[in-house]
């Protein structure tokens, strides 16, 4: 299967309203990073995780090398927060410091 | 700090001609990765360097492409003989050292490539 399964596919959510996204690993991975892709194509990074969780403000992300997994939590969902969502994973294994991504999150947030 | 910059922003070629994208990495940066967005196959490793030394290009198809790191604060990525299947939005990142307890990748803001 894929190397890195992330879904959903596509989200809808109101204003104010909670979800998750998660991505799901053939293998183990070194770390994952979390990426917001604007209406302009920009890649912003969110969050890069060895282990554990992180939070910032209105996000929180969620990494478990072990159970092969990680997650991604939007709290009170702005409009601003409008895009693609990325999950992009770095192998554990030799020199492999490429990261490898997942097919996206599509999120829309209506008022 | 401007972070990675990347020119030109959108690039349109004929088939068959060359194409040549830039990249100038965050000062201080090490690593410089090149990565090609399609809607088909989605983002895709294509090569990357370290200290300026290209350290893994399994990414890269083999014939027409090429990237080069010839000082450390630009990296080139060639395209010779461009086809319409290379059309893509190509993105570079850097970090600021693999081996670094926390290797984020922070990217440009890309190039669009259209072969026509």
């Known amino acids: 299967g894929m190397p890195v399964e992330q879904n959903p596919p596509a989200l809808s959510l109101y204003e104010g309203a909670d979800s998750g996204l998660r991505c799901n690993f053939s293998t183990t991975m070194k770390s994952v990073q979390w990426f917001q892709q604007n209406h302009r194509g920009r890649l912003i990074t969110l969050f890069y995780?060895?282990?554990g969780t992180k939070e910032n403000g209105r996000l929180k992300s969620t990494f478990n090398s072990k159970e092969r997994y990680s997650t991604l939590h939007i709290k009170d969902a702005q409009l601003e927060d409008s895009g693609t969502y990325f999950c992009a994973a770095e192998g554990s294994g030799g020199s492999n410091y490429k990261l490898t991504f997942g097919k996206g999150t599509l999120l829309t947030v209506t008022p | 700090n401007a972070g990675v910059i990347q020119t030109p922003r959108h690039k349109v070629t004929g088939k068959g001609q060359e194409a040549t994208l830039w990249c100038e990495p965050i000062s201080g940066h090490s690593a410089v990765f090149w990565y090609r967005q399609t809607i088909v196959q989605g983002l895709e490793f294509l090569t990357y360097f370290r200290n300026q030394a290209p350290i893994d290009d399994s990414g890269m198809p083999k014939e027409r492409f090429s990237a080069q790191m010839p000082n450390q604060s630009h990296s080139t990525l060639k395209i010779q003989s461009t086809q319409p299947q290379d059309s893509a939005v190509y993105l570079c990142?850097?970090?600021?050292?693999?081996?670094?307890?926390?290797?984020?990748?922070?990217f440009g803001p890309g190039t669009r490539l259209l072969v026509l």
């Open positions: 990142a850097s970090s600021l050292d693999v081996w670094a307890t926390q290797d984020t990748q922070y």
């Open positions: 995780l060895a282990q």
